[in-house]
Every structure is written in structure tokens, then in C-alpha cells.
């Protein structure tokens, strides 16, 4: 027997996990309120009490943490064009747990640092041009971003050509740089995993102390990685046991999904357009939540589906997407909030499905039809994962994501069609990516017991 | 040698690949640093390409007949996105039937192409064309 401890901080509760690092058993889960403000041990005592009375175990071998708290890892990405470098930086950053407040493309502007400033991001990317292509844009940037107060440290992932010269600018301006291999160093090429290790190193070096996590650090052996990078190393280590899979993390703030596959094209005669996708995929939709973002579900996918789902009236759901918006806490406690509930969460679903998957477009040529697809094709991925708190805590959670399945609404959409569903209802995804680390059978047999 | 990079693909909805896969090969052989983007692509994923890729050079093919539509504002947009003085080549079947190709030619130079392929040119004549033009370029730009 050798019991382990796994945290995870979150914004609004803290999560521990008992779980056994030889062999993979699941011993207790609790969780309590975040105290980040006050002092965040506060409020992991209290989960830890709670912890132990159930699971009968008063002293841990080891203990690990990842973090959401605090605004999580928040980043802001630039590259050269939109839908290239750009937009692999943006990968890069996701991929690697931040919250990406910001993506820039193209040259900066004096307004950009303006806002930049004003966001004080944890890290900034900067990227732009392929090895050998064009160095312009970087170097402009990297002269820019020279010129903020804001005091971040710079992941340089540029053409490499740039990279030397815009290390130098950025140094010039006592900014802390790591430079690393570029993000897309030939076109059509993704080469995130060098970004996403130096992202990981800086959150561990600087961001934890500098967001008053480092009271829990002494408590903890390490705190090791963003919450979203602890989901996407568990889901990566599930995907090895039973192949390509997809999840759903929605929370009370943002919508995250993931997917853990090649997808490509399945069906014949398709040409694939586009940045390559990564296989271990993560997007995040700031705009869509079941509390604070739920403002963004009917903007989004229409009042009228909504009332159509729920069954409730127009004003019925306006009334009470405002109350949940005010009051986050507020959970759902008659019949018809619960059936508004519902239709938020299927619709959000559906939503972060969409926006995560791929799309194809039927192409009439001289020579017959054609197809050309963008992004990934996730018709045939067969298992679901529902995650987050506010999905685990709802009723009917499967119907609700099959209905986001089966949806007409986007008929050109590649999202998964007929996936089973499968519920995280103990809330160890995050607890067994921190398992993994250095005991990866063990988390192997924890991930297993759950979910297959 | 100096860096010469070109982009290279298919415009429009035209699939065909096989002479993609030659034009690709014989470039490169000849020393040039081809970004190929293959078949189906569209103008604003070559000027993309050329942006992040630093090319001096866009090289578009059309077998398919349809290529002056295809082709039409290409060389705007490239000034729209700060690709100015690009070297934009065309050849293929770039237009309908049977047409005199001093006429071809003359109205794809007016769209903004430097240099205009009809059917049948062997890639060796290409090459040797694309290797005078780059050597204007950076004459002109040591000149600078």
C-alpha cells in the first residue's frame, strides 16, 4: 500500500484525491471552497479532513497538485497570419493548459501593448515565420513587446533565423526569454511539444509563486502542471488503453473539449486543407459555461432551440440565465430549472463539439465531387468523456450529451455522431494525469476502473 | 546559394495531382525551396504560404480549363498583403479550348503575371526562366 495524495486547486473548489500509487485504487474523493485570497491551505485542510475521514488514511507518501486557481495559466499568443503560425501558437499555449486571452497576428501595433498591458498576461508566445521564411514580423514584435510594463516572460518560438535577434531585443528590455524550436518550422508543419515543455517549466518556476500558490507548494511535494494539462495527460494515457476518445469539460465559466486522435479524413475522395492538427487537441470556449458564461449558450445556438429543449418560456430561460449569471452558486431546485439546465448543457455541448471538430465541404469540380475537409474528422470517435463540475452534479447527463450528437443543426460539422457516453462521476481525470507522472500503471488501473 | 523559395499548387477546384508531383520534383532538384500545397488551393492559402515562408516566388498550376477565373485578383491581393513584387508565374490549361496563346498570354501579364505556360512546357524551361527572375530580385535587392 502507498497512498497519494492529488490536488487539484481550482478556481472555485479544491479537489483531492486519495488513491493508491502501487496499485491504481480509488480510496476517496472531497472537496471544499478555494481560499486563494485568504490563504489557499485553508481551504485544502478542509477537503483533506473530509479526505481522510472517509478514506480512513492519515498520512500520504506523496502528494501532488495541479492548479486552475487564480485566473489559471493566462497567456497571450501572436504569429504572423492568422490561420498559420498564429494560430499554432494559439494550439501550442492551449495544448499546454493556458487560457488564451489573446491571440495577435501580423505586426503589433503601440495599441496591442496597450492591451497587453492591460491583461498582464503569466506568459506571452511570440511566433511568426517558418525557418528561413519571414523574419519582419517577429522582429517587429519582438521590438514591440520590448516596450511593455507589464513584467512577462517571452516564449520565443519564431523562425529560427529571427530567433537570436529578437532574444536580444526582448533581453535588452529585462524581460526573461526562453527561446525554443519554432512552432511551425516548415509549412504545414506543427512543432508545439518544444513550446509547450518551456510553458510547463515557467509555470512551475515563476507562476505559482507569483500567484501566492507557493503556501500550498510547501504543503505539496510539487505542484506540477495546469489543471487542462493534467486532464489531456490522463485522457492521452486512456486513449493508449482504448483507443481515440473525446471530452467535454464544462464548467461554470468556460466550456474545454479534447480530443485524442489523428482525425483524419474517413471517407474517400476527401482532400485535407489547413494547419495539421495535433493528435492530443484542446480548445477552449471562453464564451460558453452553465453560470457565468451562460449568457453565451443562446447568443450562440438560438433562444428558440433552447426553449424547444427545455420546454420553459422565452422569458421563463432569460430570467434565469441572468439570476445564474449573477449568482454562480445558484444550482437548480425546481423541475422547470432543471429542464433550463438541461438545455443549457446539451446546447453547450453541442457548441464546444462543433467548434472543436472539423468541418467538410462537398466541392463540385469538372472532374465530379470532391471533398474538402478542415480540421478533424471525429464522426467515428466512439467514446465521449463528460467532465466538470457542473456536468457531474446535473441529472441525465448522457441524454443530454446525446442529444448535442445527434444534432441537424450543422450538417457539414465532422463531431462525433454515435459516441457512448461515459460520466467522470468520481472527478478523477485531473488526479489521475498527476498519477501518471510517476506512477503510470497505477493511474493506467485507476483510469481503467472508471472508465472502461 | 542564395534562398529562393517558391510556393507552389494547383488553383481552383482542379485535382490534378500528377503534375504537381513533377513540377514539385523538378524545382527541388534544381536547388529551389518548394512549399508545394498540392491540389484545391485557393488564392488566399497561397499569398498565406508565401507570407509565413518568405517566398519570392508563387507558382500556380490549372489543368482544368478553368484558370482565369481561377486566377483573377491574385496579384491584388498580393499588394493587399504586402507581397509586393512577388514573382507570380501561371501555366497549364489555363483557359477554355483552343485559344492563339499570345492572347492567353497577353491578358494573364495584364491580370499581373510575370510569366505565362502554355500546355506542354517541359519544367526545364520554367526553371531557367525562375532562375533569371530571382536573379533580378536580389540584384535588385543588394542594389538596396
Known amino acids: 500500500m502507498k497512498p497519494v495524495l492529488l490536488i487539484d486547486f481550482g478556481s472555485t473548489y479544491t479537489k483531492v484525491t486519495a488513491a493508491d500509487g502501487e496499485s491504481g485504487e480509488l480510496y476517496a474523493t472531497a472537496q471544499s471552497f478555494t481560499t486563494v485570497k485568504e490563504d489557499i491551505s485553508l481551504g485544502l485542510e478542509n477537503a483533506l479532513g473530509e479526505l481522510k475521514s472517509l478514506s480512513g488514511i492519515s498520512a500520504f507518501d506523496e502528494c501532488y497538485a495541479c492548479s486552475s486557481a487564480a485566473g489559471g495559466l493566462r497567456m497571450v499568443a501572436s504569429g504572423l497570419v492568422p490561420s498559420l503560425t498564429a494560430e499554432a501558437a494559439r494550439r501550442a499555449a492551449l495544448g499546454a493548459g493556458a487560457k488564451v486571452i489573446k491571440t495577435f497576428a501580423y505586426e503589433m501595433t503601440e495599441e496591442d501593448i496597450g492591451e497587453i498591458d492591460a491583461i498582464a498576461p503569466d506568459i506571452v508566445l511570440l511566433s511568426g515565420g517558418t525557418d528561413g521564411g519571414n523574419s519582419a514580423c517577429c522582429i517587429h514584435n519582438a521590438n514591440i513587446l520590448a516596450s511593455a510594463k507589464a513584467n512577462f516572460p517571452v516564449v520565443l518560438a519564431c523562425n529560427r533565423n529571427a530567433s537570436a535577434k529578437c532574444k536580444a531585443i526582448l533581453e535588452a528590455s529585462g524581460r526573461e526569454v526562453i527561446p525554443c524550436e519554432n512552432v511551425m518550422p516548415s509549412f504545414g508543419q506543427l512543432n508545439i511539444e518544444p513550446t509547450q515543455n518551456a510553458i510547463r517549466d515557467l509555470f512551475l518556476k515563476r507562476i505559482i509563486s507569483a500567484k501566492g500558490l507557493s503556501k500550498a507548494q510547501a504543503l505539496v511535494d510539487d505542484i506540477i502542471m495546469p489543471t487542462p494539462a493534467a486532464v489531456l495527460e490522463a485522457l492521452t494515457l486512456l486513449s493508449e488503453m482504448t483507443g481515440e476518445l473525446m471530452a467535454v469539460d464544462l464548467g461554470g465559466a468556460t466550456t474545454d473539449v479534447y480530443s485524442i486522435t489523428d482525425g483524419l479524413p474517413t471517407r474517400a475522395g476527401t482532400v485535407l486543407r489547413g494547419l495539421p492538427e495535433p493528435y492530443a487537441k484542446r480548445t477552449v470556449e471562453g464564451d460558453i459555461g452553465m453560470r457565468y458564461s451562460a449568457r453565451g449558450i443562446p447568443e450562440n445556438a438560438g433562444m428558440d432551440r433552447l426553449i424547444k429543449i427545455s420546454g420553459e418560456s422565452e422569458d421563463g430561460i432569460q430570467k434565469w440565465i441572468e439570476r445564474i449569471h449573477e449568482n454562480p452558486e445558484t444550482l437548480a431546485a425546481t423541475e422547470s430549472e432543471r429542464n433550463m439546465d438541461f438545455a443549457l448543457a446539451s446546447l453547450a455541448i453541442e457548441t464546444g463539439l462543433v467548434r472543436h471538430a472539423g468541418t467538410v465541404e462537398t466541392v463540385y469540380t469538372p472532374m465530379g465531387v470532391a471533398y474538402q475537409q478542415i480540421g478533424k474528422d471525429l464522426t467515428r470517435v466512439n467514446k465521449l468523456i463528460l467532465t466538470g463540475g457542473a456536468l457531474i452534479k446535473l441529472e441525465r447527463a448522457q441524454e443530454m450529451a446525446l442529444l448535442a450528437m445527434k444534432t441537424d443543426a450543422y450538417p457539414s460539422s465532422l463531431i462525433p455522431r454515435d459516441a457512448s457516453v461515459i460520466l467522470d462521476k468520481h472527478y478523477i481525470l485531473s488526479a489521475a494525469g498527476l498519477l501518471k507522472r510517476n506512477h503510470p500503471e497505477a493511474a493506467k488501473v485507476l483510469l481503467g476502473k472508471e472508465f472502461t | ?144
Open chain 2, 1 to 144: 546559394m542564395p534562398n529562393r523559395t517558391m510556393v507552389l499548387g494547383v488553383i481552383g477546384a482542379d485535382v490534378h495531382a500528377v503534375g504537381n508531383q513533377i513540377l514539385n520534383f523538378a524545382f527541388t532538384q534544381a536547388g529551389f525551396n518548394v512549399v508545394n500545397l498540392g491540389v484545391m488551393v485557393s488564392q488566399e492559402e497561397f499569398i498565406e504560404a508565401a507570407i509565413e515562408s518568405g517566398a519570392q516566388a508563387i507558382v500556380v498550376s490549372s489543368l482544368y480549363g478553368h484558370g482565369e477565373l481561377d486566377c483573377r485578383g491574385l496579384r491584388d491581393k498580393c499588394d493587399e498583403a504586402g507581397l509586393k513584387g512577388i514573382l507570380l508565374y501561371v501555366g497549364g490549361n489555363i483557359v477554355v479550348g483552343k485559344q492563339p496563346f499570345e492572347e492567353v498570354e497577353k491578358r494573364f501579364k495584364a491580370m499581373g503575371f510575370n510569366k505565362v505556360f502554355g500546355p506542354g512546357t517541359p519544367p526545364e524551361v520554367t526553371i531557367k526562366a525562375l532562375i533569371e527572375d530571382y536573379e533580378i530580385l536580389e540584384k535588385a535587392e543588394k542594389a538596396e
